[in-house]
């Protein structure tokens, strides 16, 4: 499984961003997908998820500003970010999770930056 994020990059503070998660593999349809972070000097942390069958959760810190979407035609998930906040600024990673929602295959990360 290999999995390419891109859509990161410099943003203001109350931006938008949307990063994209391609995957390769048979297996993207049938597992959930998550979005983690790890901002400097931080642990990475699970942003969202979303189940094969579309059912999302999401961090607290995010709630009602990012959304987690894909698209299992093409293989994508998708993180929109919106009402973007400095304390967002991180490595942002895509993985396939297993059964129990722990994450098993990685992506190479897509850096963001959000400037006050």
């Known amino acids: 499984v290999q999995l390419v994020e891109s859509g990161g990059g410099l943003a203001q503070a109350g931006g938008s961003l949307r990063l994209s998660c391609a995957a390769s593999g048979s297996i993207f349809s049938i597992n959930a997908m998550g979005w983690y972070r790890q901002g400097p000097g931080k642990q990475r942390e699970l942003v969202a998820a979303i189940t094969s069958g579309g059912s999302t959760n999401s961090a607290d810190s995010v709630k009602g500003r990012f959304t987690i979407s894909r698209d299992n035609a093409k293989n994508t998930v998708y993180l929109q970010m919106n009402s973007l906040k400095p304390e967002d600024t991180a490595v942002y990673y895509c993985?396939?999770?297993?059964?129990?929602?722990?994450?098993?295959?990685w992506g190479q990360g897509t850096q963001v930056t959000v400037s006050s």
């Open positions: 993985a396939v999770q297993d059964p129990w929602g722990n994450p098993t295959y």
